[in-house]
């Protein structure tokens, strides 16, 4: 069975195209459909909907650009005779937006995994991302190597939530380098460094 993925941007087409390399046939969706386009011409196969993605896909990828795509795709779901079995969703949102969604899929028996990625589109193209699991371990185990397949390294780190709790620390240590980094290039050039 195919490996879906939904949202097709920057983040998802380089975890599909990372996917289908490691040998996983891949279905996938985006609004967009120049998107899906690319996703075809890679080799994955291209779906009209979400729920076309999950009916015929028993593991779900989800990169969206907003809590209303999230809670679109999980209503979706929860409507299919026959959702997906897991759906590990990697987008930086609010853990109650992904709560809510957590809802709706687990009373259709769909296990959805919180596992934000820290890196950038650019580290995403080269497998250079982290990504935090949090969730069921069980689902957690079922996913591990489709994970392996796009990732430098993942890391189960607890109940559901966690991950994006570990994601929103490494997002204030980013900032908190980068601003250090330019208070110290101001004193420099302040010192007459070029």
Known sequence: MSIGVIGLGI????????????????????????????????GGTAASTASDVGLSSSIVITSLPSAAALLETADAFARLKRPPRIVVETSTLSIDVKQRARRRLHARGVDLLDCPISGTG??????DIVVYASGTRAGYKRVAKVLDAFTRAHYY??????????????????????????EALVLGMKAGLD
Do not use: E, W
């Open 11 to 42: 983040m998802g087409s380089a975890i599909a195209g990372h996917v289908m390399k490691a040998g996983h046939p891949v279905v996938g969706y985006d609004v967009r459909t120049a998107r899906v386009r690319s996703l075809r011409a890679a």
């Open 122 to 127: 650019a580290q995403a193209r080269n497998k």
């Open 157 to 182: 780190v607890g109940t559901f939530g966690a991950g994006s709790k570990v994601k929103f620390v490494a997002n204030l240590l980013v900032a908190v380098h980068n601003v250090a980094a330019a």
